[in-house]
């Protein structure tokens, strides 16, 4: 299969895993939270097998047996508990927010004196900030807002992706009739 096709086919698939997000958003989170119990687990069983082993005379490494060990616990703690993660994820994602929006509106206070329209850096930080304490007061809106938001950038990066395939395809066309 042509470049252009591979892209075209990425391109359907990722829009309409983005409608399907948009449908089920439950179900969106639930297969986040899925896939990353099952790479934490497989990163632990890796590095703590790697941790075990000998390597090469340098004998084990137990900083590699504890991450093992952690990337385990997380993974099974992830399955029993995958509100919790869920519930984790949001409240990270509201922290991270506010820290990043102080950030901005610090960095803003300080550029006022070397460029113009610093207060659209504060005004971004402000955003960020009201964003994450929305995320802390309603984490459950919080958790369909990041559903649907994947869901959207799916969806708009598929029909980015069939475009440019399109484009390539015409392209390898003309390069074909020359």
């Known amino acids: 299969m042509e470049g252009s096709s591979l892209l075209i086919v990425r391109g359907v698939a990722s829009f309409l895993i983005?409608?399907?997000a948009f449908l089920w958003p439950g179900i969106t989170l639930a297969v986040l939270v899925?896939?990353?119990a099952a790479y934490a687990l497989v990163d632990g069983f890796m590095n703590l097998f790697l941790g075990l082993?000998?390597?090469g005379g340098q004998g084990r490494s137990w900083a590699m047996v504890a991450q093992g060990a952690?990337?385990?616990a997380a993974g099974v703690l992830t399955l029993i508990w995958?509100?919790?993660t869920a519930l984790a994820l949001i409240f990270f994602i509201g922290a991270?927010?506010?820290?990043t929006g102080v950030f901005e509106v610090a960095a803003a206070i300080r550029l006022r004196k070397v460029i113009q329209g610093e207060w659209l850096l504060g005004l971004s930080g402000v955003l960020s900030i009201l964003f994450g304490f929305v995320l802390f007061a309603f984490p459950g809106a919080g958790a369909l807002a990041i559903a649907w938001m994947l869901g959207a950038y799916a969806a708009a990066a598929g029909i980015v992706l069939v475009a440019l395939g399109i484009r390539l395809r015409t392209a390898e066309r003309r390069l074909a009739a020359a």
């Open 53 to 55: 082993s000998n390597n």
């Open 96 to 99: 991270w927010a506010v820290v």
């Open 70 to 72: 952690l990337g385990l």
């Open 18 to 20: 983005g409608v399907l």
């Open 82 to 84: 995958p509100i919790g």
């Open 34 to 36: 899925g896939v990353f």
